[in-house]
């Protein structure tokens, strides 16, 4: 049965007609606007840098199965069938590789009124980093 | 604190974990503050940075780059009984680093303290996202099998646990949270990490 997929990514979510939930797919066109990968003879790749893949088990009928996608690039994709959403984390290694750089990786966040600040906009100053809950 | 140190090229930046910009409100309005305070419903801050509680506080230099990384610390002494944690501390280094009276943490050892996130965390951080989506979307009772996911992969992770409670009709002051409190002491797994805490 084909249904809409909604996948939750890179703080966003984006949906694709035609996948089925028990094993989302999407297709090289969907792979390539909303992931920003695009598959070559070499593996996986954005730009310049490649990550080599096993093409057989990622090229199906319904597309490319995000499940060989996802462990391509050490990304956790966690699916609810039910709902026909899935959700496609950061890779530890990427989160890491950034945090061991020591450069503070950036952010866009909103106020109360909802405009939207940066970090790098405090580029200059000291920055005191303070995340907080009511809970 | 920031008025105290913000002529001598200083700003403090806070970053609510919260449901939505309503939960903040009080707190924000209450302190009025002249520093960006920012609401992250989405938990972004928490991933970007691997952090597993609240609070916690980053120093960040005048180029963008890490000079002490995630460390627990309280703006005031309240739940000192409760955390063991002294803000005092903290701020007198702070201050000192404001002012350029001590120098913060050198670069190794920054990397020394620092926790970098797990592919467990992180898969986690994936079912919290899946859960939040379904919440929002008004399937509470499906969203509880991904909150219930999330804190198996990561028990340890007290913004995603503690910071869904509300969410799912828990109180994160009540029995809820005194449970992951007694298991956090039994396994002598931190709740807060602190810095003088990491191994040498």
Redesign the interface.
């Known amino acids: 049965m084909s249904a809409t997929l909604?996948l939750?990514h890179d703080?966003r979510?984006d949906e694709f007609a035609g996948a089925d939930p028990a094993r989302p797919a999407i297709s090289p066109e969907d792979l390539e606007v909303a992931l920003g990968w695009e598959l070559q003879p070499e593996g996986l790749c954005q730009g310049p840098m490649c990550v080599p893949v096993d093409q057989d088990a990622l090229v199906g009928d319904g597309g490319l199965d995000l499940g060989v996608f996802a462990d391509a690039l050490?990304?956790?994709?966690?699916?609810?069938e039910?709902?026909d959403?899935?959700?496609?984390?950061?890779?530890?290694h990427d989160?890491?590789e950034?945090?061991?750089s020591?450069?503070?990786?950036?952010?866009t966040?909103?106020?109360?009124d909802?405009n939207p600040?940066s970090?790098?906009?405090?580029?200059?100053?000291?920055?005191?980093?303070?995340?907080?809950?009511?809970? | 604190m920031y008025e105290e140190l913000a002529d001598e090229?200083?700003?403090?930046?806070?970053?609510?974990?919260?449901r939505s910009?309503e939960?903040?409100?009080?707190?924000?309005?209450k302190a009025s503050p002249q520093h960006?305070?920012?609401?992250?419903i989405?938990h972004?801050?928490?991933?970007?940075?691997?952090?597993i509680n609240?609070?916690?506080?980053?120093?960040?230099?005048?180029?963008?780059?890490?000079?002490r990384?995630n460390d627990a610390s309280f703006?005031s002494n309240r739940f000192k009984l409760l955390t063991g944690l002294d803000s005092k501390r903290h701020l007198r280094r702070?201050r000192a680093?404001?002012r350029g009276d001590a120098p913060a943490l050198t670069?190794s050892e920054?990397?020394k303290h620092?926790e970098?996130?797990?592919?467990v965390?992180?898969?986690a951080?994936?079912?919290f996202?899946?859960a939040w989506?379904?919440s929002r979307?008004g399937?509470d009772e499906?969203a509880e099998r991904?909150y219930e996911?999330a804190g198996e992969l990561a028990p340890h992770d007290i913004?995603i646990r503690?910071?869904s409670?509300?969410t799912r009709g828990l109180n994160?002051?009540g029995f809820a949270f005194l449970k992951i409190a007694i298991k956090s002491a039994l396994t002598r797994t931190p709740l807060y990490r602190r810095i003088e805490d990491s191994p040498a």
């Open positions: 909604t939750l703080g979510s050490q990304r956790p994709l966690v699916t609810d039910k709902h959403v899935a959700a496609l984390g950061a890779s530890h989160r890491g950034a945090l061991a020591l450069q503070a990786p950036d952010f966040l909103p106020d109360l909802g600040h970090l790098s906009d405090q580029r200059g100053k000291k920055v005191l980093l303070v995340a907080y809950a009511s809970w | 090229g200083f700003t403090v930046i806070t970053v609510g974990i919260e910009p939960d903040a409100r009080p707190w924000i309005e960006p305070s920012l609401i992250d989405e972004l801050v928490p991933d970007l940075y691997g952090m609240v609070p916690t506080v980053v120093w960040i230099d005048e180029e963008g780059r890490i000079a990384p703006a702070l680093w404001v670069p920054v990397r620092q970098l996130p797990t592919a965390e992180q898969e951080r994936a079912e996202t899946l989506w379904l979307e399937h499906d991904h996911r913004t503690r910071g409670m509300r994160p002051m």
